[in-house]
């Protein structure tokens, strides 16, 4: 999408790429949220973003960053798009796994006395 000789440029501006929305839909979209495309809704009728962006979603899930650096986007105008495909039912989204919350010391110290025992 970038112009020959001028890197970074982009030939059709953010604004036009999300009809001049700044925000998304939905406001449930974090950066490791993860998409997967739906396998059986066609891509006529999307606009050229957001069918690259179910092209690179559909062998697979990726997250909203990984989409947005494929895209060469910013991630507020990817997270207005996949947000238009989520509406549409073309994109299913996933939350991350949350991280593992530290374990309580004093059942591990149990378990740890119980192998001892055991040895």
């Known amino acids: 999408m970038t112009p020959r000789g001028r ?13 001049g929305r700044s925000q998304p839909s939905r406001n449930t979209l974090d950066l490791v949220t993860l998409l997967i495309a739906a396998e059986d809704l066609p891509l006529t009728g999307l606009s050229p973003e957001k069918r690259r962006l179910m092209e690179l979603c559909r062998p697979g899930a ?8 494929h895209l060469a986007l ?4 990817t997270k207005v798009l996949i947000a238009d495909l989520m509406d549409s039912g073309h994109i299913v989204t996933r939350a991350p796994i949350p991280s593992a919350q ?3 010391t004093s ?10 025992a055991r040895l």
């Open 107 to 116: 059942i591990l110290q149990e378990v740890l006395n119980g192998l001892r």
């Open 102 to 104: 530290p374990s309580d």
């Open 7 to 19: 890197p970074g440029e982009r030939l059709v501006r953010s604004y036009v790429v999300t009809d």
């Open 62 to 69: 990726l997250s909203v960053a990984e989409v947005a650096g």
């Open 74 to 77: 910013p991630v507020s105008v």
